[in-house]
């Protein structure tokens, strides 16, 4: 029976060990996690935190006993200190002090991501606290019980610190909001579009500390206060987003690395050797939008990436599509989305790029009720006419909208195509001269 062995078991080995333990019964899957928990979904951590949601139960999808009712053997609080690429064989150590000593056939790479750490004075302070684990989210809320925490500080106005900023807000928390860059979102977003979340933290009494670079974070014993390269602000508590970097210890020094340290890994998602396959966060992607190989750190690329390396781990050959990484985020009311690169990263990269925007209604005028302003912007090739990248803002669900820019990126749709396609008309959803259709027709 060939062996498969996973080393990780979040959402992309979780798809990966499905993937195979549903449609391979003569495979013998061996499953080593650090951790003691399963498919933990980060996403429910702002909420959970900022109390939309009761408690934590339903933010897991996947269990050990799930995998062991389909036959794998699972090792959980288990962690992998070593592979030997040349023998084959992995080395465990369980949290009971058992060792283990593996062998594979087939390796699946699935050890993820980390927080950046900043190295500044002060992160080893108590109430400095890193967001990824389900651990940390339950110890940031057990520490916001004791009602000693008044003043919040967030450092990264990426994905996370945006929502953790909304979810202490929302808890009657005092929150700063910082990051070096001048705007909020900014790998995913345009101005036009940050703007607008800026506008929104603001006027929820968010302090946005933008263009501030963190130069040590002050306390004795706990944390008092962050001290930055313009000011000081009051902090019971930090929390540090700046941002993940690939967790690849294990293979560092035997398989081919990207540049920012992730496996580097083909459309079969296979490292440099043939029989070891990387996933999810400790893997590289291939992004159709600069039609180049990158570094996405998303759920989503993580599940999509486990599905192939599955397949292919079995011998039933399947290319990925590559992403473009298509995100999301809803700050109170406020949604926005993007997928491909947005018009100030297509000029850095060297493109020829323009952008044609679109502001309107989602509905026509006589809908009265629940008639959102949209706001669109397309971004793309001005010599190929490709399209790059799209961002969209409503206060109304516009989200599956921008999986057809999705597509389009993938299948390297020029904003010409786009003009005419054929797109829906009826008043519940929009307007005869919708808004994609006119920011097309509008492009230069
Ligand atoms: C707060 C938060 C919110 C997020 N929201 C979203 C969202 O809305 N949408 C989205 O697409 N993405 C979101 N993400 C990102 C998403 O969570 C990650 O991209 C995803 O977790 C990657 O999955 P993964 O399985 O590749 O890696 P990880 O989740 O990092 O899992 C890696 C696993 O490997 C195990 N491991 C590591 N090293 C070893 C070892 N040596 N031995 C044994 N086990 C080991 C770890 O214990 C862990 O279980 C969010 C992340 C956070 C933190
Ligand atoms: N809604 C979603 O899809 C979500 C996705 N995620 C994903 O998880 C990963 C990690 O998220 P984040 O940590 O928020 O990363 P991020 O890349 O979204 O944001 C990091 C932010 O930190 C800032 N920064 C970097 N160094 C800094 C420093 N020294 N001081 C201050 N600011 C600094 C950057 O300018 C950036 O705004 C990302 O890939 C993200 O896309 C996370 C949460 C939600």
């Known amino acids: 029976m060939e062996r498969i062995v996973v080393i990780g078991a979040n959402h992309a080995g979780t798809a990966a060990i499905n993937t195979i333990l549903d449609n391979y019964k003569d495979k013998e899957v061996t499953i080593f996690d650090s951790n003691d928990n399963i498919s933990f979904l980060g996403c429910g951590m702002a909420l959970w935190i900022g109390n939309q949601i009761s408690s934590s139960e339903g933010l897991f999808y996947c269990s050990k006993e799930i995998f062991e009712q389909k036959g794998a053997k699972v090792y959980l609080e288990t962690i992998v200190y070593h592979i030997d690429f040349d023998k084959k064989l992995v080395f465990a150590t369980g949290k009971?002090?058992?060792?283990?000593?593996?062998?594979?056939?087939?390796?699946?790479?699935?050890?993820?991501?980390?927080?950046?750490?900043?190295?500044?004075?002060?992160?080893?302070?108590?109430?400095?606290?890193?967001?990824?684990?389900?651990?940390?989210?339950?110890?940031?809320i057990d520490k916001l019980h004791d009602g000693l925490i008044r003043n919040v500080v967030v450092v990264g106005a990426g994905y996370i610190g945006v929502e953790l900023a909304e979810a202490f807000n929302r808890i009657g928390k005092k929150v700063t909001l910082i990051d070096t860059a001048s705007t909020c979102l900014s790998g995913y977003y345009d101005r036009e579009f940050t703007d607008i979340m800026s506008k929104n933290l603001e006027s929820h009494g968010i302090k946005l500390a933008y263009e501030e670079t963190v130069t040590s974070i002050k306390g004795i014993g706990k944390v008092e206060k962050i001290v930055t390269d313009k000011h000081e602000y009051p902090a019971d508590m930090v929390v540090l987003g700046i941002g993940f970097k690939p967790n690849s210890q294990l293979g560092k020094d035997s398989l081919e690395l990207f540049k920012n340290g992730a496996y580097l890994v083909n459309e079969h998602?296979?490292?440099?050797?043939?029989?070891?396959?990387?996933?999810?966060?400790?893997?590289?992607?291939?992004?159709?939008?600069?039609?180049?190989?990158?570094?996405?750190?998303?759920?989503?690329?993580?599940?999509?990436?486990?599905?192939?390396?599955?397949?292919?781990?079995?011998?039933?050959?399947?290319?990925?599509?590559?992403?473009?990484?298509?995100?999301?985020?809803?700050?109170?009311?406020?949604?926005?989305?993007?997928?491909?690169?947005?018009?100030?990263?297509?000029?850095?990269?060297?493109?020829?790029?323009?952008?044609?925007?679109?502001?309107?209604?989602?509905?026509?005028?006589?809908?009265?009720?629940?008639?959102?302003?949209?706001?669109?912007?397309?971004?793309?090739?001005?010599?190929?006419?490709?399209?790059?990248?799209?961002?969209?803002?409503?206060?109304?669900?516009?989200?599956?909208?921008?999986?057809?820019?999705?597509?389009?990126?993938?299948?390297?749709?020029?904003?010409?195509?786009?003009?005419?396609?054929?797109?829906?008309?009826?008043?519940?959803?929009?307007?005869?001269?919708?808004?994609?259709?006119?920011?097309?027709?509008?492009?230069?």
Not at 103 to 126: C, R, V
Not at 344 to 364: M, N
Not at 390 to 407: G, K, R, T, V
């Open 96 to 140: 009971d002090g058992q060792n283990y000593q593996t062998p594979y056939d087939k390796l699946i790479l699935a050890t993820g991501s980390l927080p950046i750490a900043p190295t500044i004075e002060g992160t080893d302070l108590k109430n400095v606290q890193y967001v990824k684990l389900f651990q940390n989210a339950k110890e940031v």
């Open 269 to 444: 998602q296979q490292t440099s050797q043939p029989d070891v396959y990387a996933i999810g966060d400790c893997a590289t992607v291939y992004d159709n939008a600069i039609q180049k190989t990158s570094y996405i750190a998303l759920a989503t690329n993580a599940v999509r990436s486990g599905i192939v390396a599955a397949h292919n781990a079995c011998e039933t050959p399947l290319k990925s599509i590559g992403v473009q990484g298509s995100n999301g985020i809803c700050i109170w009311d406020l949604k926005m989305v993007s997928t491909g690169i947005t018009l100030d990263k297509a000029k850095s990269l060297g493109y020829d790029a323009v952008a044609t925007d679109y502001e309107d209604t989602q509905k026509p005028d006589f809908i009265e009720h629940d008639n959102y302003k949209v706001k669109i912007r397309i971004v793309y090739d001005k010599k190929t006419r490709i399209i790059l990248g799209a961002q969209m803002c409503s206060e109304y669900d516009i989200s599956m909208a921008i999986h057809m820019f999705s597509l389009a990126i993938q299948e390297q749709v020029t904003i010409d195509k786009l003009k005419l396609t054929d797109i829906f008309f009826l008043p519940h959803f929009n307007k005869p001269y919708n808004y994609v259709t006119m920011a097309a027709l509008m492009a230069e």
